[in-house]
């Protein structure tokens, strides 16, 4: 089994910055794999943010947020965190984990691909 636990959101004003950590423990931490952050606003489907392949350096980001937010690997802590800097009332939703536990991450952006999900963690932008 897999579990993983989110953590770091909170309420911010537009402009400032947040850090949300993804904490994984179980069968995963023991191989590579696409780890991935996703979002659901009220009201709205869930949609990719960003995905990396713990094994290389590589990120995907949705167009929507590429070049205000950082995802990063600490494969020795089983830790992905995303950074977000820059951040906007659109940015505000339920932010979720993601990984599919086998490997690298392929069509990142379809839900289908995943095998694990963390509860969330709500960030909030305020205007």
């Known amino acids: 089994q897999v579990q993983l636990v989110e953590s770091g959101g909170g309420s911010v004003q537009a402009g400032g910055s947040l850090r949300l950590s993804c904490a994984a423990a179980?069968?995963?931490?023991?191989?590579?794999?696409?780890m991935a952050w996703f979002r659901q606003a009220p009201g709205k489907e869930r949609e990719g943010v960003a995905a990396?392949?713990?094994?290389?350096?590589?990120?995907d980001y949705a167009a929507s947020v590429k070049g205000r937010f950082t995802i990063s690997p600490d494969n020795a802590k089983n830790t992905v965190y995303l950074q977000m800097n820059s951040l906007k009332p659109e940015d505000t939703a339920m932010y979720y984990c993601?990984?599919?536990?086998?490997?690298?991450?392929?069509?990142?952006?379809?839900?289908?691909?995943?095998?694990?999900w963390g509860q969330g963690t709500q960030v909030t932008v305020s205007s």
């Open positions: 990396i392949y713990t094994g290389g350096d590589i990120a």
């Open positions: 179980g069968a995963v931490t023991y191989r590579r794999n696409c």
């Open positions: 993601a990984t599919n536990a086998w490997g690298v991450c392929g069509s990142w952006e379809r839900e289908s691909g995943y095998k694990y």
